[in-house]
């Protein structure tokens, strides 16, 4: 469907009557060029009300399937979707929502290789991932490239919000120098579905005040929001030169933190996403996400023991029980209670 500049203008009205956007503050949203890393719970919602609003290039980043628990929180996507590809499946409906834009489906993880290329052809990102490793890569690409992002993250009944990297402001290892020493996902604790949309919304609002340049950006300032209680809370965010010159002298710096496995000779099949933390510390360790399982199965060892591992051990049972129903593999054990079970001994012999 192509739409003449009567249609195109009806389908704004509302907001071109606002004296912030009006016509030029249109044409500027038509020009802009986002990318959002992570089509989840935030970034459906911020992809939803940018693509209503007009933003001319939309960039979907994720190599994730969708499955059943991400419909509670996942707006974008219908039961028929489960299996697909996020990024696929949400451009579709995209296209549905404002046929006059550009969509890029972008299949892939964000890593250290294709971060600073990909952000060099896009106005700005919006973070919508859910790991720590994630946001440190978004920072350190959005500093060698100049390019303002706006973060979010998301725990329980409780969500953060923040742009970076704007106008000189403030950058995320302003506020956070270095990652702690857990990566907290929403399959480990759970999240309220609302919460997500609400952040997520709070993202794409930010997005359209960055390119209509107004007043009031989220910038040197850090949003608390508990949707418990109610009650929200700025906190003011200092720039620090010293964290941004180090990401400029050293390049993207790498957050990560490893499990050391016992015994080591065991033979394990971790089936988490790449971007997952701690990575394994073990000689034996085959990587397959479980949306590649049926595609990499033939690289599992059926000639002994195969200790499948995930975060919580939730992931691992589901693996075991399509690679046994699907292939017929009689080889795998699960690792009851995943990577979490095991930085808890680890902690208990190091009090012990």
């Not at 990024?87 to 290789?113: H, P």
Request: net charge neutral; with cysteine.
């Amino acid at each position: 469907m192509t739409m003449n500049s009567n249609d195109l203008n009806n389908r704004h009205s509302r907001q071109i009557r606002l004296p912030e956007v009006g016509p030029d503050g249109q044409e500027a949203l038509r020009h802009a060029r986002v990318l959002i890393v992570g089509m989840g719970g935030l970034g459906c919602p911020a992809a939803q009300y940018l693509a209503a609003a007009g933003v001319g290039s939309l960039g979907l980043m994720d190599y994730d399937t969708v499955n059943l628990s991400n419909l509670h929180r996942q707006i974008l996507y219908k039961e028929n979707d489960i299996g697909q590809h996020k990024a696929k499946m949400a451009k579709r409906a995209l296209q549905e929502i404002n046929s006059e834009i550009e969509i890029l489906a972008i299949m892939d993880w964000l890593i250290e290789d294709n971060a600073v290329e990909l952000f060099k052809s896009f106005d700005l990102v919006i973070d919508g991932s859910d790991n720590f490793r994630t946001k440190y890569l978004i920072n350190d690409a959005s500093v060698l490239t100049h390019t303002p992002w706006i973060y979010a993250s998301i725990y329980k009944f409780q969500g953060q919000l923040s742009v970076f990297n704007y106008k000189s402001g403030p950058t995320y290892r302003c506020l956070f120098p270095t990652t702690t020493n857990r990566n907290i996902s929403c399959e480990e604790v759970g999240v309220m579905g609302p919460l997500p949309g609400v952040l997520g919304t709070l993202q794409a609002s930010e997005a359209i005040k960055m390119i209509l340049n107004t007043d009031g950006v989220l910038s040197g300032k850090l949003k608390l929001i508990d949707l418990l209680t109610h009650q929200d809370k700025l906190i003011e965010i200092q720039r620090n030169d010293s964290e941004i010159e180090k990401v400029k002298k050293r390049g993207i710096i790498p957050e990560v933190f490893s499990c050391t496995l016992e015994p080591r000779n065991k033979f394990y099949l971790d089936v988490r996403d790449p971007f997952e933390e701690p990575r394994l510390d073990a000689k034996n360790v085959i990587n397959i996400p479980m949306n590649r399982l049926d595609e990499k199965q033939s690289d599992i060892p059926a000639d002994q023991p195969v200790h499948v591992i995930c975060q919580t051990g939730k992931r691992s049972s589901q693996a075991i029980e399509q690679l046994q129903t699907k292939y017929g593999f009689n080889n795998l054990v699960n690792v009851v209670g995943g990577i979490q079970a095991i930085m808890n001994k680890n902690k208990q012999k190091t009090h012990a």
